[in-house]
């Protein structure tokens, strides 16, 4: 079943409450001369497509092309190919041709290429689309009396993109979406080749400047609502990605290299316990081998790590 959870009038947070572990929140924006505004709109289940296209749609904005938000799009375009599907710009080509995200993230690369396809055809059924609108992030849309500002909040991925939702006659607070900027309890996420920790930092910075200085809603595509303005959530998350580097340079030491099989599920990402639930997935290795990797080199800059070997280190004291 789809929940609908009202953030101010007419705007809901929206999520299903299948079992189903792959999945994230939408946003739908009620509009009633134009019909319905939906953002990342993605997890339903089978059946529940038709709660969703119940009203006519407007318009669909997608956050970026993460699976988790884009394997049942095809279901829209089935419905109705006149649905217009917006996506940040370079992104939307992903979605139109898998093989060009497989090469963007790194999984071909990685030699991983076959078995990510196959989690996203065969076990997701993603399907690809016909047709897909790029927007450059940063651009502004209105419908009506809705007025959809897009962020750009690059590092997770290169488009990602964030939305401000404001309603120009209603009295209504207004709403910041921010995708998958890391409001849950792993914090952010970057494990694909062409993630960024450096755009991930700044993209939090930016943010929290926009939070902190005018009243929000905030929301996200994997955490509650938040009405209550906290204004040390993103800061959290910034120290949350300090103390992996901590934690990488207490693995490390000033004699011995230490490699990068080392550091591999130890714990500094997925932990002992769920990796060992997962044994032999190439996808997971692939990630945490790219989260590492992003803040190795963070460490190599600051001058705190030094590469001895190809991917080996030592403390530089
Ligand atoms: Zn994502």
């Known amino acids: 079943m789809l929940i609908f959870e009202k953030i101010v009038d007419g705007v809901f947070l929206i999520y ?26 993605n997890c339903f289940y089978k059946e529940e497509i038709k709660t969703l296209t119940k009203n006519q749609i407007e318009a669909y904005f997608v956050s970026h092309v993460h699976l988790d938000h884009v394997y049942n799009l095809h279901f829209y375009e089935e419905y109705d190919s006149n649905i217009k599907i917006y996506c940040p710009n370079p992104e939307h080509e992903f979605l139109k041709d898998f093989n060009k995200f497989i090469k963007a993230n790194g999984t071909l690369d990685f ?97 929290e400047n926009i939070y902190i200085n ?35 340079l207490n693995m490390l030491n000033s004699d011995n290299p230490v490699s990068l099989d080392d550091l591999i599920f130890k714990g500094l990402f997925f ?10 997935d190439g996808i997971l290795y692939f990630f945490e081998t790219n989260m590492i990797m992003s803040h190795i080199s963070e460490l190599l800059e600051q001058g705190k790590v030094i590469e001895v070997a190809n991917n080996q280190w030592i403390l530089n004291t």
């Open 111 to 207: 030699g991983i290429g076959d078995e990510f396809k196959h989690f996203a055809f065969k076990q997701l059924n993603f399907k690809e689309l016909h047709s897909v609108i790029g927007f450059t992030p940063g651009t502004e849309f209105e419908f009506d009396n809705i007025r959809l500002k897009t962020i750009h909040i690059p590092g997770h991925s290169p488009g990602q993109t964030a939305f401000l939702i404001e309603d120009t006659t209603e009295h209504n607070r207004k709403i910041l979406f921010v995708s998958d900027i890391g409001l849950t309890k792993m914090g952010a996420w970057y494990g694909f080749k062409y993630s960024n920790l450096k755009d991930v930092r700044e993209s939090i910075k930016k943010l």
């Open 214 to 248: 005018d009243d929000y809603i905030i929301t996200s595509g994997h955490g509650p609502i938040l009405f209550e303005k906290q204004p040390a959530i993103f800061n959290d998350l910034l120290i949350k990605m300090d103390n992996i580097n901590k934690n990488i």
């Open 16 to 41: 299903s409450d299948s079992q189903f572990w792959f999945k994230c929140n939408g946003i739908v924006i009620k509009n009633k001369s134009l019909g319905d505004i939906l953002i990342d709109c």
């Open 271 to 280: 932990s002992e316990k769920y990796i060992k639930t997962r044994e032999g």
